[in-house]
C-alpha cells in the first residue's frame, strides 16, 4: 500500500514507504481548475487539497501535519501571479474512522483562519453522487510528480484525464489489500496515467463534480493493472455537512 504524501518535517523532507500522486498529464491551462489547493507545511507544498466551501477545504487524512497553509488560485508555485490568497487551516479535522493500516476513510476537513474570496481564480465544486463508478471519464489534478519512481515535482499545476474503474476489478488489483466501500479506483489500465507523490488530498472530478479525493495506489505510478484509489466523496455528505454546520471537529 503506497499513500501519497511527502512529509516535511523541521525541514527536512522525509520520503517513507507511505508518499503522495501527476504521471501521464500535462500542464493544466492556467487556473481551470479554481477549487485546486496547495497545502503547505512552512513553505514546503505537502498535499492537494479541494475548496467546497468558502470556510472549508477537503483533502486526505494522512496529509495532517501540525499546521497547515492553505494556497488558492494557484498555478505555478514558484512564481506570484497576483491571483492568490493565503491563508491557514484554523481547524485541522481527519475523520476519527481513519484507519491509518486500510486507509479506510482517509477523508479530512479544514477550516480555513479566513474565508476565501470566490472570484474567476477561487471557487468551489460539488460534491457528487453517481449512480454508476464504470468508465467515466474524470479529470484528476496536482503538483505532485511527474516522473516515478524517480521523482520529478513540477511549480506547475499538471492534471490527467483517466477513468473510474469498477469496484470488482479494483479489489482484484490490489490482491494484497483492502478496498472498502469507501474507496474508489480510478485511472488506465494499461498505465501511463496516475495521480503520484504530491497529489494526495487533491480532486478526481467527474461529470464537474468532486468524487473522490487522492488517497493511495501502487509504490511506483502509472503502471499497468494498478489504478489509483480514491476515497468516495459522496460517502462523507452527513460529515461534511455536520462538520460544517457546528463549524468545528466532530
Request: proline share 6%; hydrophobic share 35%.
Amino acid at each position: 500500500m503506497f499513500l501519497l504524501l511527502v512529509l516535511v518535517v523541521l525541514g527536512t523532507v522525509v520520503h517513507g514507504s507511505d508518499n503522495n500522486r501527476i504521471i501521464g498529464g500535462r500542464v493544466c491551462n492556467p487556473n481551470s481548475k479554481p477549487w485546486q489547493c496547495s497545502l503547505q507545511y512552512f513553505t514546503d507544498h505537502v498535499c492537494g487539497g479541494v475548496l467546497i466551501d468558502k470556510n472549508w477545504v477537503l483533502t486526505a487524512a494522512h496529509c495532517r501535519v501540525p499546521t497547515l497553509q492553505v494556497r488558492l488560485g494557484e498555478h505555478n508555485l514558484a512564481v506570484p501571479e497576483g491571483k492568490e490568497q493565503f491563508t491557514y487551516a484554523e481547524k485541522i479535522c481527519p475523520h476519527k474512522g481513519f484507519n491509518s493500516v486500510t486507509y479506510d476513510n482517509d477523508i479530512m476537513l479544514l477550516k480555513l483562519a479566513s474565508p476565501a474570496i470566490l472570484n474567476a481564480y477561487v471557487q468551489t465544486i460539488p460534491i457528487g453522487c453517481p449512480n454508476a463508478l464504470e468508465g467515466v471519464k474524470c479529470c484528476v489534478s496536482g503538483w505532485g510528480t511527474t516522473t516515478s519512481p524517480a521523482e520529478t515535482f513540477p511549480n506547475e499545476l499538471h492534471c490527467a484525464r483517466i477513468q473510474t474503474i469498477s469496484q470488482p476489478v479494483c479489489v482484484h488489483s490490489y490482491p494484497n489489500d483492502i478496498i472498502t466501500d469507501n474507496m474508489l479506483c480510478a485511472g488506465v489500465m494499461d498505465g501511463g496515467k496516475d495521480t503520484c507523490q504530491g497529489d494526495s488530498g487533491g480532486p478526481l472530478v467527474c461529470n464537474s463534480e468532486l468524487w473522490g479525493i487522492t488517497s493511495w495506489g501502487n509504490p511506483t505510478c502509472g503502471v499497468a493493472n494498478k489504478p489509483g484509489v480514491y476515497t468516495k466523496a459522496c460517502n462523507y455528505k452527513d460529515w461534511i455537512q455536520q462538520t460544517m454546520d457546528k463549524g468545528d471537529c466532530i
